[in-house]
């Protein structure tokens, strides 16, 4: 992949993430505080390490805190070094997939062979994320569903 379109999926996950934490923010009337942060330019790196408290888990929907999730093992796997290579096959997966679904796990062809075996496959969303315990998530019952 080239830097340039790295750069672009990197954003498309911190946007976002952004996204998903400024609905809960929104819903929490926090807007005072929100009001105090957009003196200072958003910075994106402060978004991508932002962790989760229980409090805004419980205000989040399943598929947003997946998502999250989803969006927390992307940008690690930036900083591993191993984004935008299939977990299943270890091909790279391609670049229009990765626009649509910048957090996805797999390529095209073993998505569609995930959907067949599980038969929910969600092109969304993806599958159950297999990782819990290396995201800063402060509830244990979040892996049950
Ligand atoms: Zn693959």
Request: charged letters at 40%; proline letters at 3%.
């Amino acid at each position: 992949m080239e830097k340039k379109q790295f750069e672009e999926c990197k954003r498309r996950l911190l946007e976002e993430k952004a996204k998903i934490l400024e609905r809960y923010l929104a819903k929490e009337e926090t807007q005072q505080r929100l009001e105090e942060e957009s003196k200072e330019p958003r910075d994106w790196e402060d978004i991508g390490q932002m962790t989760y408290t229980e409090e805004l888990l419980d205000n989040l929907s399943q598929i947003e805190i997946n998502t999250l999730k989803e969006i927390d093992y992307a940008l690690k796997k930036i900083e591993a070094g191993t984004y935008g290579i299939c977990e299943s096959c270890g091909e790279e997966i391609a670049y229009e997939r990765l626009c649509a679904i910048p957090w996805t796990r797999h390529c095209a062809r073993c998505a569609e062979e995930v959907e067949k075996e599980s038969g929910t496959y969600l092109p969304s969303y993806g599958f159950e994320p297999m990782i819990t315990e290396d995201i800063e998530i402060e509830r244990e019952d979040l892996g049950e569903s």
